[in-house]
């Protein structure tokens, strides 16, 4: 699971490699990757508002056409470019959200097996 995130976003990648190589609590980890995922959703919910608010600027100032222009295209394929980025981005988070949720699931387990052994000796 973790190779199958790894490969969709390099940023994941980078973050779990250089948090391998330090010694820190989890609790130091945990805030280094809520601050990561919110600086990046920030970023890229700001650069698709001013992307879209570049068409509308774009749009209004342009010579009336037949269909879109070239300009309008062109920033209608990085609104779209973004927005793909975006709908990854949350997906990854769905991942790795679900992965989460397995390993704790699994550990319960084990410990529950594990008390159950103990109280059938």
């Not at 490969?7 to 980890?29: A, R, Y």
């Not at 608010?53 to 394929?77: C, D, Q, R, Y």
């Not at 990854?88 to 991942?95: M, R, T």
Request: aromatic share 8%; net charge positive; hydrophobic share 50%.
């Amino acid at each position: 699971m973790k190779k199958y995130i790894h490969l969709l976003s390099g940023d994941i990648l980078l973050l779990s490699l250089s948090q391998e190589g330090q010694n820190h609590s989890h609790s130091t980890k945990a805030i280094k990757v809520l601050l990561f995922i919110l600086g990046r959703m920030a970023l890229l919910v700001t650069l698709f508002l001013v992307l879209v608010n570049i068409f509308n600027s774009v749009t209004a100032n342009a010579p009336k056409s037949e269909g879109l222009t070239a300009v309008e295209t062109w920033v209608v394929m990085c609104i779209l470019h973004v927005f793909c980025v975006l709908s990854e981005y949350a997906i990854i988070l769905k991942i790795i959200q679900l992965d989460k949720q397995e390993t704790k699931r699994i550990n319960q387990v084990r410990n529950n097996s594990f008390l159950c052994a103990f109280q059938n000796i």
